[in-house]
């Protein structure tokens, strides 16, 4: 602990860790704790948190719940203007004007999320929103509306550590959502039932808790939701609504949408679907059947907090065991937004990145389906890992270029010039577009990497540890979740920084948290 | 049937249509470990769902002009097959294979309860699943964890022009995405994998970097096909598949794409050029199968997640719709119409019904191109297609 001695933490931190008495996490405990809630940490927030014990670390994780975006959205995503969607009888030409405004505001709205992911000073904020955007999926895909898309983030953010059973009742009401499952189809005597399996299936009971008849049933009670023509706000309309009497998992009565997301809650299965899967966001793929059914029936009682939950998952021992430590698949937007914050470099413009995370297969805003990504191990294939490796790899290649550039070469582009042609990733169109495409792509990345100012001598030397072999061991404990089984594990003293933090980033270990 | 007969076959087909007498003798030298998935499967994806109705057009069906007012192909310029059906005019280079019996087309494949969703959809073609049950891994991927392609493969499959494994996702399926053959090669080198597997998330990136290692080293891409290859997209990823396919170590699968055909709006152009591009890439895949002697261990097969409306909608173009026409082709191959008709005097603003389950083109594949057991991968017994010659 030769860190604790020069870092001064906050008195009334060390006071509490005292009065909780637990030892001290350390510099692994610290690093695991905010690679896992956040995105890669600094070595700086590394020696911030190492002298705490876990309760505090963990509280103080989970203290900031300042959830707001402490970037500026674009305006046209967030004033009151009406959507834009194409009236029913539209042209052909008009509604593929409207759809190519929407590809282009998405792409500004995916920049924007990037960029706000890279600034947060609530890492955990932004996570437990790109979690929720994970399990109420929505699709810009089939939503279009680059607006309901961004009015849905800013409703998981809001709810993002508030309270579960306000988050359902809010996400089912989401406008993007009620396109997303077709809820606006829902009427009177022609149900779709689309939402209402879903909601059952994947937002709350889990597969295997429900009938058919269920669904059918809790369909009728959510007919009537819809959205105002223009506005995409929220409407009841009544007249569309089946008022009978329907029964749910066993219950009766005249319910309507929000009583049905009520019984829902009810079911303790809910809580251990929520549980279970924030389990294998943050501890391991394994979740252990008993400690999730007792922290589930906590988070329940506790009126569906969601700090509560996840303040038990990360004091459990389970999340503190080494045995767990490393065992995860960075998502390509943590391993991007990750590799940016570690290496504490920050881009002008983060939209090139957000395609970058795209092509290692996480494209925001546009999940492949009603279940999301699949995550974990699917996130690695040969076409995805040779992505994030070149990722990896470009970004420490950047001192060269540098060097280069400082020789004379003709200054960067922004890198967002080189996006401004595209049709980007939102299908539909020919190969063609989309071998042009992965090539602007291709381009704005380089330029973004150029952008970077990274140095990798400059970043070794900020590291802790008085001789050059110590600041290495702090790099690459910094950058590494577990020891470097690969590339990282032999790297010649003599090799400069540049080929130290490459072989290090590409180490096999780095793609894990 | 016996090698010998087979070779005899194959012999008689080299030589009645004037391929290079080397083609037999390479395709069965080229079986050493006498694995079954020595015979190559090429799927091709139609993405976004092609119009069935104007690509085998029921061209005296009374029912075709009045479905299709606009659209509909003109009896002079349409490539008639039989007395009923003609194929669309960007189709006619497919005819040599036509006459030679080597096209089969399959008429009105889909599944039951259609969904209309793309994604929904191409995901159940992609698992072979019912249409109400939702399955993690492809189909390929469980035929090859079923019974694996053998580890002296370059791949079990290789997924040209896209990311999307498709059918080969999940499982511990190795395949290997090639958007991109130069731009593989050159990353490849990134990918070493060698490391402790001390959990088995590491495993798994260990065992990819293997994959990408392995693929690397036998997918050199150098063979040069004396073969013209069309200059479009498709055409580009067709000689890939070849160069892929030359080399001696072997894969299972080549997966292609080409698409959109989601013709809503203004459809007969762009489905003028995609067929066309589709008919010219196939020849050319043909001609460079033959040439390194493969066409006969080859089977072809195209997919979507569905067809599209009978009635075409008012922006020239037709909307989702259910089953649809679909090529098989190849050496060994039984030419012919298989399936039935569409009868359109009923479909009204409908869709039509499937007349061949998709899963049992799957079963197809699975128990006679590979000789394997389709119940086991696919849950159910489903009829296989006599598309395929002995």
């Known amino acids: 602990m030769t860190r604790l001695s020069s870092t001064l933490a906050i008195p009334l931190l060390a006071a509490a860790a005292l009065a909780h008495a637990g030892p001290p996490i350390g510099d692994d405990g610290a690093r695991h704790l905010l690679a896992r809630t956040g995105f890669g940490p600094t070595a700086a927030e590394v020696a911030r948190f190492a002298p705490l014990d876990r309760e505090t670390a963990v509280a103080r994780v989970l203290a900031p719940p300042r959830s707001l975006p402490v970037t500026t959205p674009p305006a046209v995503l967030t004033d009151d203007a009406p959507i834009g969607a194409p009236p029913e009888g539209a042209t052909n030409e008009e509604r593929r004007a409207y759809i190519r405004e929407q590809v282009r505001l998405g792409l500004e709205m995916r920049g924007w999320w990037m960029r706000e992911m890279l600034a947060t000073e609530s890492p955990l904020a932004e996570r437990m929103t790109l979690f929720w955007h994970n399990h109420f999926v929505s699709s810009q895909q089939k939503v279009r509306s680059a607006k309901l898309m961004y009015r849905q983030n800013a409703t998981l953010r809001r709810y993002a550590l508030g309270d579960f059973g306000a988050l359902l009742h809010a996400a089912s009401k989401d406008a993007a959502m009620l396109l997303y499952l077709d809820g606006v189809r829902n009427r009177r005597g022609a149900p779709n039932e689309n939402f209402a399996r879903e909601v059952m299936e994947l937002f709350t009971l889990g597969e295997g808790h429900y009938t058919e008849g269920d669904v059918k049933e809790a369909a009728r009670a959510f007919s009537g939701w819809g959205l105002e023509r223009g506005t995409g706000t929220f409407v009841f309309r009544r007249p569309l609504h089946d008022t009978g009497e329907k029964t749910v998992l066993g219950r009766t009565g005249r319910f309507d949408g929000d009583a049905v997301l009520d019984i829902l809650l009810e079911r303790p299965e809910t809580a251990e679907t929520i549980v279970a899967k924030l389990w294998r966001e943050f501890v391991s793929p394994d979740p252990v059947e008993a400690d999730v059914r007792r922290i589930a029936a906590d988070f329940r009682r506790a009126g569906y907090r969601i700090p509560v939950a996840l303040s038990k998952l990360l004091n459990s021992d389970a999340f503190w065991s080494q045995d767990n430590r490393g065992v995860l698949v960075k998502s390509p937007v943590e391993l991007v937004v990750g590799a940016l914050r570690s290496l504490e470099v920050a881009p002008d413009d983060a939209t090139p990145f957000a395609l970058a995370a795209a092509g290692m297969g996480q494209n925001l805003f546009s999940p492949p389906n009603v279940k999301g990504w699949r995550g974990g191990d699917a996130w690695i294939d040969s076409s995805t890992l040779l992505a994030r490796k070149q990722f990896v790899e470009s970004i420490s290649r950047y001192e060269e270029s540098r060097t280069m550039r400082a020789m004379g070469a003709a200054p960067a582009l922004p890198a967002s010039r080189a996006l401004l042609a595209p049709q980007p990733p939102i299908g539909g169109e020919a190969d063609e577009d989309a071998r042009a495409r992965q090539l602007r792509i291709a381009r704005a990345l380089d330029r973004a990497f150029r952008d970077l100012a990274f140095s990798a001598t400059r970043y070794v030397a900020s590291m802790p540890g008085d001789t050059p072999s110590a600041k290495r061991r702090s790099a690459q404990a910094v950058l590494l979740p577990i020891a470097p089984a690969g590339s990282g594990a032999a790297i010649p003293a003599d090799a400069d920084a540049l080929t130290f933090v490459r072989l290090t980033m590409l180490d096999p270990v780095f793609q894990l948290k | ?390």
Do not use: C
């Not at chain 2, 030298?29 to 769902?49: I, M, T, W």
């Not at chain 2, 791949?155 to 130069?182: F, K, Q």
């Not at chain 2, 260990?206 to 290692?213: H, M, S």
């Not at chain 2, 152009?269 to 001609?287: S, Y």
């Open chain 2, 1 to 390: 049937m016996s090698t010998r007969r087979r070779f005899l076959q194959a012999s008689a087909a080299a030589l009645a249509f004037g391929a290079l007498g080397r083609e037999a003798s390479v395709a069965f030298a080229a079986a050493p470990d006498g694995s079954p998935y020595r015979n190559l499967l090429v799927l091709v994806e139609l993405k976004g769902g092609n119009d069935g109705l104007n690509t085998l057009v029921p061209i005296d069906d009374p029912g075709y002009a009045r479905l299709r007012p606009k659209l509909a192909i003109g009896r002079d310029s349409a490539v008639r097959l039989t007395d009923r059906a003609a194929l669309h005019p960007s189709l006619a280079p497919l005819v040599p294979l036509w006459e030679r019996r080597q096209l089969a087309i399959l008429q009105g494949v889909g599944y039951p309860d259609p969904n209309l969703s793309h994604f929904r959809s191409i995901e159940i073609w992609e698992t072979a699943s019912r249409s109400d049950q939702v399955l993690a891994d492809g189909w390929l991927a469980r035929a090859f964890g079923k019974r694996p392609v053998p580890a002296s493969f370059a791949a079990d499959g290789v997924v040209i022009g896209g990311n999307d494994l498709g059918p080969l996702a999940g499982g511990g399926t190795r395949a290997i995405a090639l958007a991109n053959p130069e731009q593989f090669l050159r990353r490849a080198k990134l990918a070493a994998p060698t490391g402790e597997r001390r959990n088995a998330a590491l495993a798994h990136i260990l065992k990819t970097e293997g994959d990408i290692v392995q693929a690397a080293a036998h997918l050199d891409g150098n063979y040069a096909f004396a073969t013209t290859f069309p200059t479009s997209p498709f055409g580009n990823a067709v000689k890939t598949a070849a160069r892929v396919v030359a080399n001696e170590s072997g894969v299972a699968v080549v997966h292609l794409s080409l698409g959109s055909f989601d013709t809503h709006a203004n459809q007969a152009p762009t489905q003028t050029r995609l067929l066309g591009d589709l008919a010219q890439g196939l020849v050319a895949l043909e001609a460079a199968l033959r040439e390194i002697g493969r066409w006969d261990r080859t089977l072809v097969v195209t997919y979507a997640e569905f067809g599209r409306r009978p009635k075409e909608n008012q922006s020239g173009g037709t909307d989702h719709g259910t089953a649809s026409v679909h090529f098989a082709l190849g050496g060994r191959v039984a030419g012919g119409l298989y399936g039935a008709t569409p009868s359109l005097d009923r479909v009204g603003d409908g869709n039509l019904a499937h007349a061949i389950d998709f899963r049992q083109v799957y079963a197809t594949v699975l128990d006679g191109w590979w000789a394997g057991d389709s119940r086991a991968v696919l849950g159910a017994r489903y009829e296989t297609l006599p598309i395929l010659k002995a």
